[in-house]
């Protein structure tokens, strides 16, 4: 889930397990959401986005669920990888005043075991 | 390639001396933004632009001032630097409000403010 201090949540998985990381939103107006991944001394990176008519979509071993009753996210990555290790953090915007402007969460790590 | 473009990659400073930190993106887009990224903070934005000329402020202004002369480029300066502004910045740009779409990120400059 997403950071509420000073360190990042962590997760810890096997190679080759799949994972699954949480984000909260707050705006319940946000209508589209993205997923992004950012490796160690690299900007973020686009993985997937969802948009609020759609409660799933996937990618390349990715899926994003969008639960908007709850406000909440999840990104499930299939078969884990050390290439997977990574920041990984959601961002949601919706139009306010006409434009898009995204609100990024603080991110979750997650730490791929071989 | 489509890219957005920071430089430098890493810059120490003093306190007080004036710097520029340059970003430029070959997307043709009209969104622009910077951001800051702190430990357990995630990303901050400081400001952004939504087209030439047409500059706004994020959440954390103060110390910074930005310029959009050209669509391509993004300037972020800091007139008089300070230890707190110590962290790693993030330009990003997006093809076109008011519609969403995927924001693109620099590779980041780690400034350090002695």
């Known amino acids: 889930g997403e950071s509420v201090g000073l360190h990042l949540p962590t997760l810890s998985v096997q190679e080759g397990d799949n994972s699954i990381i949480n984000c909260a939103y707050s705006n319940s107006a946000s209508d589209y959401f993205i997923w992004y991944k950012q490796e160690s001394g690299k900007g973020p990176q686009f993985i997937i986005d969802?948009?609020?008519?759609?409660d799933k979509r996937q990618g390349q071993r990715v899926t994003v669920l969008l639960n908007k009753t709850v406000k909440h996210l999840s990104l499930q990555i299939a078969a884990t990888q050390p290439g997977d290790s990574a920041v990984y953090f959601c961002a949601e915007s919706g139009a306010s005043g006409g434009s898009y402007i995204p609100t990024f969460g603080r991110g979750t790590s997650l730490i791929v075991h071989p | 390639e489509a890219q957005v473009t920071q430089n430098p990659r890493y810059l120490i400073t003093v306190t007080g001396k004036k710097l520029t930190v340059t970003c430029s993106q070959n997307m043709n887009h009209e969104y622009m933004s910077w951001y800051r990224q702190d430990p357990g903070l995630g990303l901050r934005q400081i400001y952004y632009?939504?087209?030439?000329?047409?500059?706004d402020k994020g959440d954390v202004p103060e110390g910074y001032k930005v310029s959009r002369k050209e669509k391509r480029n993004f300037p972020l300066i800091l007139e008089s630097p300070s230890p707190n502004q110590t962290s790693l910045y993030f330009c990003a740009s997006s093809f076109s409000l008011p519609f969403p779409d995927v924001t693109f990120f620099g590779q980041g400059t780690r400034l350090t403010v002695v």
């Open positions: 969802i948009r609020s008519n759609m």
């Open positions: 632009s939504m087209n030439v000329e047409v500059t």
